[in-house]
């Protein structure tokens, strides 16, 4: 549902640092909802391009962590500075591992091993269509995408916009909105450098225009710096308190940051001032997040009967699909999956809601099919992990194998996101504790939790204490997980195990007990574990 931070590690030699000059802005003031029920930092990088109108950002070679040039097909990537491990079990974080030559070889065998997966997989599934529409909406970085729905045509028109035009602000500003989308919906983080570029291309021009600045909120958000995001939304909406963007990214950042109670007052406030789809689908995840179940769903329904186009029906439908999913409602889950896919069949949220309704349903043959779709279009860890523990529930001749190139492939992606601006210390901490490098997942999750106090980076931490055998420092992180009201399964799977190891044997059970009733089929292979270890305790 919603933004939901899945998670500022920056890998290589970074460029220099600055603030924007702005001053903090007050709070503002809540207004009434009208639809629905009721540290400045950021890394500023190398400046803009000369006003000859040629830019890193528009002829297709980002600058990298180490100056070198970044792709703009996101083929090949360098970083000169630390990077992940990507050999053996898990990323890695820390220093030269042997000079920038190995650290280069090293991104790009893990960018080779992402192309392979995207390309090799697309083959073997015979997916040799033309890329599907890009959603107009969806999660950080939505809304206003520019374009009639496929994210490529309308980067290459702004891109000839731009080359016979160098001066329009407002086109750079909408060609660095569609890299970050490119960057989020294809899993290429390659693109968020070209982002940047262009997004300071567009305030070079037209210092402090507002659609840039949101601009940039959103990339901070997909960066996962969310202190820089709510920076940055704040500016914009000091030039323009109806942007909606920013508006939109700033319930976002104050989410991701754990700020629950101003979240809520930036939704009431983002509702009041415009409403629609995009406010209305983070009105609901505040909603979620405080366990108030009801008045998130019947917000979205709203949204899905306001919904004017394809993209906003496919992205809301699988909002309500994830909100029945996380309920345990598999059926009406795939109800709103289809609803979303009949909308834009190639919306892979709505492609992967379904693989995982499907496997918790018992189709594991289709929850298999469709997952690997999902990965070979866009190889994001949640995906990964996910396709991979299918493998192993399944258990047939191969699978294991195929489970650890699944888990591989995080890694890969998770060095060249750092590679590219990218924190990824929670996928890393997920990923990695039940699947790779458990010091390297705990390492992760402190660093996570040290950014940012919200119930993802309390389960986080909580769980990679679990597996390195601290379970009495993890107690309280997972009791903090489930402390808002939050119905996650996972949680209190999570803290069900803990408790166990702690000698809480009746909350234990409780909480195991409970995990299995909210939503029965919520892990290939967690569920299996969270049944097995109640029938231990009793």
């Given at each position: 549902m919603g933004p939901r931070?899945?998670?500022?590690?920056?890998?290589?030699?970074?460029?220099h640092e600055s603030r924007d000059g702005l001053p903090a802005p007050p709070e503002p003031k809540a207004g009434t909802a009208?639809?629905?029920?009721?540290?400045?930092?950021?890394?500023?990088?190398?400046?803009?391009?000369?006003?000859?109108?040629?830019?890193?950002?528009?002829?297709?070679?980002?600058a990298g962590a180490d100056g070198k040039a970044t792709t703009a097909d996101g083929k090949a990537t360098t970083a000169g500075g630390a990077v992940g491990d990507v050999w053996g079990?898990?990323?890695r974080r820390g220093g030269s591992v042997g000079g920038r030559r190995l650290r280069t070889l090293r991104?790009?065998?893990?960018?080779?091993?992402l192309a392979v997966a995207m390309t090799g997989g697309a083959i073997a599934l015979g997916a040799d269509r033309a890329p599907v529409s890009a959603p107009l909406v969806a999660d950080v970085t939505d809304p206003g995408v520019p374009g009639g729905g496929n994210l490529d045509a309308s980067v290459a028109s702004l891109q000839a916009h731009l080359r016979a035009q160098p001066g329009d602000s407002g086109g750079w500003a909408a060609l660095g909105l569609a890299y970050v989308e490119q960057a989020r919906t294809g899993g290429d983080p390659s693109r968020y450098p070209q982002a940047d570029q262009a997004l300071r291309r567009s305030l070079s021009l037209a210092p402090g225009n507002d659609p840039a600045l949101a601009g940039r909120a959103a990339l901070a958000a997909a960066r996962h710096d969310f202190a820089g995001a709510l920076a940055f939304a704040d500016a914009a909406l000091r030039r323009n308190?109806?942007?909606?963007?920013?508006?939109?990214?700033?319930?976002?950042?104050?989410?991701?940051?754990?700020?629950?109670?101003?979240?809520?007052?930036?939704?009431?406030?983002?509702?009041?001032?415009?409403?629609?789809?995009?406010?209305?689908?983070?009105?609901?995840?505040?909603?979620?997040l405080s366990g108030d179940v009801a008045t998130a769903r019947r917000v979205l329904q709203q949204a899905l009967s306001a919904a004017a186009s394809p993209g906003d029906t496919a992205y809301v439908a699988t909002q309500l699909g994830q909100l029945a999913w996380n309920e345990g409602d598999h059926r009406a889950a795939l109800t709103y999956y289809a609803r979303a896919l009949a909308a834009d069949d190639g919306y892979l949220p709505a492609l992967e809601g379904r693989a995982r309704a499907r496997a918790a349903r018992g189709d594991r043959a289709a929850a298999i099919e469709d997952m690997e779709a999902v990965v070979a279009r866009s190889p994001l860890p949640g995906p990964l992990v996910a396709l991979g523990e299918l493998y192993e529930a399944r258990g047939a001749a191969g699978d294991r194998a195929r489970a650890r190139r699944q888990y591989a492939l995080v890694d890969a992606w998770t060095a060249l996101a750092?590679?590219?601006?990218?924190?990824?210390?929670?996928?890393?901490?997920l990923a990695a504790a039940?699947?790779?490098?458990?010091?390297?997942?705990?390492?992760?999750?402190?660093?996570?939790?040290?950014?940012?106090h919200t119930v993802h980076t309390a389960d986080a931490l909580a769980w990679a204490l679990h597996v390195n055998g601290r379970d009495a420092e993890a107690l309280p992180y997972a009791?903090?997980?489930?402390?808002?009201?939050?119905?996650?399964?996972?949680?209190?799977?999570?803290?069900?195990?803990?408790?166990?190891?702690?000698?809480?044997?009746?909350?234990?059970?409780?909480?195991l007990a409970s995990a299995l009733e909210l939503n029965p089929g919520f892990s290939p292979l967690g569920a299996a574990r969270a049944r097995e270890a109640l029938e231990g305790a009793e």
């Open positions: 931070g899945h998670d500022d590690e920056k890998a290589g030699q970074r460029a009208a639809a629905a029920p009721g540290a400045d930092r950021h890394a500023e990088g190398r400046p803009a391009a000369g006003a000859d109108g040629k830019t890193i950002a528009l002829d297709g070679e980002a079990g898990g990323v991104l790009a065998c893990a960018a080779a091993l308190p109806y942007s909606e963007r920013a508006l939109a990214s700033r319930v976002d950042a104050l989410v991701e940051l754990g700020r629950y109670p101003d979240a809520a007052k930036a939704a009431r406030t983002a509702d009041a001032r415009r409403p629609g789809v995009p406010v209305f689908t983070r009105y609901a995840y505040v909603h979620e750092r590679a590219n601006g990218v924190n990824a210390d929670l996928d890393t901490a039940d699947h790779g490098d458990k010091a390297a997942a705990l390492r992760a999750a402190r660093a996570e939790w040290d950014r940012r009791r903090r997980a489930t402390a808002t009201g939050y119905r996650n399964a996972a949680f209190r799977y999570h803290r069900g195990v803990i408790e166990l190891a702690t000698g809480h044997r009746a909350a234990g059970r409780a909480s």
